[in-house]
C-alpha cells in the first residue's frame, strides 16, 4: 500500500504517474498467518498511524483487499478516512470512487468478498490438515530425529512422507535414556559437555521439545499438543518399552498440584542476629514440595550466610520451657506464702468475704423475684461490692495454684501452639538471639522475663533454695 501527502488524488506508485513534488511513502505489510483478518499487524498499524496525524491525502493500493480481509476492519477504516477526507484509491479498480450511495455499497460488497475469500481460504486449509492428519501424515516442520523425503525432482514426496535420520536417532534414543535418571537441565548440560550433535545448543526447551514430541518419536501423529492421534506413516525411533520407562521417570519426578507457597512464618522475625552483628532474615526454599525455612545474614562474604530456622527455633524454644522452677521450689513458696498468710486480720477479712459474696447472691434473686427495682439492686450490689474491694485479699493461695498449673503447663502448650503463637511467645521473652556457626550463641530475655530464664541456667539441677 501507499500513502500520499499531497492534496489532490495520485495513482498507484508501480505504474501511474504522481504529481510532481508530492511524497509518497510506501507501507509493506508483515501479513504472516494472519492473512489481512487481524489488526495486530506492523503495516497495518502504521497506515492508521499516518491517517491519524491528518498528513495523509490519499492513499493507493494494488487490490482492496491488501488493507484487510476483515469486513469489520475496513468499514472502521472507510469511517476514519471519511473523517479524515482522505481519497481512496484502488488500482485493479481504476476511476472508481466510494462515495456516494452507491460508492458506499460496492465498498461494502467488496469487503464482504474479500472476508469471504479468507474465510474459504481457512476452511481449505484447516480440512487439507485435518486429511493428512487422519492419513497418518505429519504436518508442520521435520521434527529433530526425521526428514522429509524427497522426489526425483528435488521437491517434497506428495503426500508427505517422514523418513529417519540415523544419526539424529541415536541421539533422540540417548536422550531418552538419560531422562530416566536425570532432569531436563541435567541432560542439557550434559550433551552440552559431550559436544552432542543439535541443531543448536543444547537448552532444556530443545530436550522439553523432544519429551512433547515422545509420541511421535513412538510412530503416531499428534493434533493440538496430544488432544488427538492417529498411527502415522512414518517409523518409530522408540519402542513402547523405552517410552513408558522415561515417561514414568519424569511422573515421578513431576510435582503434582501447584507449587506450594513459601512459608511466611518465623519464630524469631526480627529478633535474631547474626555474629557479625546484622539482623537476619527468614528465607524459605522450596524445592520438589520440600519446604526448608532459613535465616540468612545478607552480608556479603559473611560466613553464616544461612542457618536452618528450625534447629536455631527449636533451641529457644527448648530454652523457654525449662525456665520453670523445680517442683519442691514451687512447694516451699506455697508453704511460706499460706504462713504468711495466717494472720487474724487475713482469717476475719475471710469471713467478711463470704459474708458479703452470700449478700451478692441474695441481692440477685430478690432483683429476680421482684422484691428490688432496677435502681434498687445496682445500688445495693455496688455498694456490696466497694466493701469487697476494701478488704485484704485471701485468695492468693488459689491464685498461686493457677499460676503454677499454668507454668508446668508450659512445655506442653509450646509443643502444640501455632507457629503464630510461638512467634507472639517469642516476642514476649526474648530480647535477642546471636547465632554463630549454624547455632545459638547466646539469647538475651526481656527484662520481666530473666530472673525466671537466667536462674534455669545458673542455678543448679536440684538447688532448691526459694
Not at 516442520?141 to 526425483?152: A, C, Q, T, W
Not at 525411533?237 to 519426578?253: F, K, N, P, V
Not at 557479625?276 to 524459605?284: I, L
Request: hydrophobic share 40%.
Amino acid at each position: 500500500m501507499v500513502a500520499y501527502s499531497a492534496t489532490v488524488p495520485a495513482a498507484d506508485a508501480s505504474g501511474l504517474e504522481t504529481l510532481p513534488g508530492a511524497s509518497v511513502r510506501v507501507i509493506s505489510d508483515s501479513g504472516g498467518h494472519q492473512s489481512g483478518f487481524s489488526a495486530a499487524r506492523d503495516g497495518y498499524q502504521a497506515l492508521l498511524a499516518a491517517v491519524a496525524s491528518g498528513d495523509v491525502a490519499a492513499i493507493a493500493v494494488y487490490d482492496l483487499s491488501r488493507l484487510a480481509r476483515n469486513a469489520r476492519l475496513m468499514l472502521d477504516l472507510r469511517h476514519e478516512l471519511d473523517r479524515q477526507n482522505v481519497t481512496l484509491l484502488v488500482a485493479n479498480l481504476p476511476n472508481t470512487t466510494f462515495d456516494g450511495a452507491a460508492g458506499r455499497l460496492m465498498f461494502g460488497q467488496l469487503c464482504i468478498a474479500a472476508q469471504f475469500q479468507r474465510d474459504l481460504d481457512s476452511e481449505r486449509m484447516t480440512g487439507m490438515q485435518r486429511r493428512l492428519f487422519e492419513d497418518g501424515r505429519h504436518r508442520g516442520h521435520d521434527p529433530f530425529g526425521y526428514r522429509s523425503l524427497r522426489n526425483e525432482a528435488g521437491g517434497l514426496a506428495h503426500p508427505r512422507q517422514l523418513v529417519i535420520v540415523p544419526e539424529e536417532a541415536g541421539v533422540i534414543r540417548r536422550v531418552w535414556q538419560e531422562l530416566a535418571q536425570h532432569s531436563i537441565a541435567e541432560v542439557a548440560a550434559i550433551l552440552n559437555r559431550e559436544g552432542v550433535a543439535h541443531r543448536g545448543p543444547w537448552t532444556r526447551d530443545a530436550v522439553k521439545d523432544i519429551v512433547r514430541r515422545g509420541r511421535v518419536y513412538r510412530g503416531f501423529v499428534v493434533e493440538k499438543r496430544g488432544l488427538d492421534e492417529r498411527p502415522g506413516c512414518h517409523e518409530p525411533i522408540l519402542t513402547e518399552a523405552e517410552y513408558r520407562r522415561t515417561m514414568a521417570a519424569i511422573a515421578a519426578r513431576t510435582r503434582v498440584g501447584n507449587k506450594p507457597k513459601p512459608s511466611r512464618q518465623y519464630a524469631l522475625r526480627g529478633l535474631i542476629v547474626c555474629a557479625c552483628g546484622t539482623r537476619m532474615r527468614g528465607e524459605t526454599k522450596v524445592q520438589r514440595g520440600t519446604e526448608r525455612r532459613y535465616y540468612r545474614c545478607p552480608t556479603l562474604g559473611c560466613d553464616a550466610r544461612r542457618c536452618p530456622a528450625d534447629s536455631v527455633e527449636e533451641a529457644v524454644l527448648r530454652n523457654i520451657a525449662g525456665g520453670i522452677l523445680p517442683a519442691e521450689v514451687l512447694e516451699a513458696a506455697r508453704l511460706e506464702l499460706r504462713r504468711r498468710l495466717e494472720t487474724p486480720q487475713v482469717a476475719t477479712a475471710g469471713r467478711q468475704r463470704e459474708r458479703l459474696l452470700t449478700r451478692l447472691e441474695r441481692l440477685k434473686t430478690q432483683h429476680e423475684w421482684g422484691d428490688l427495682t432496677d435502681a434498687g439492686y445496682q445500688e445495693k450490689r455496688d455498694a456490696t461490692r466497694a466493701e469487697l474491694a476494701q478488704l485484704p485479699d485471701g485468695d492468693r493461695i488459689r491464685e498461686f495454684d493457677a499460676y503454677r498449673t499454668r507454668i508446668l503447663a508450659l512445655p506442653g502448650a509450646i509443643a502444640a501452639a501455632s507457629p503464630a503463637r510461638l512467634e507472639e511467645l517469642c516476642r514476649i521473652v526474648v530480647q535477642e538471639v546471636v547465632v554463630a556457626n549454624r547455632q545459638v550463641r547466646t539469647i538475651e530475655w526481656v527484662p520481666a522475663a530473666r530472673p525466671f530464664l537466667k536462674w534455669q541456667r545458673e542455678c543448679p539441677q536440684g538447688d532448691s533454695n526459694p
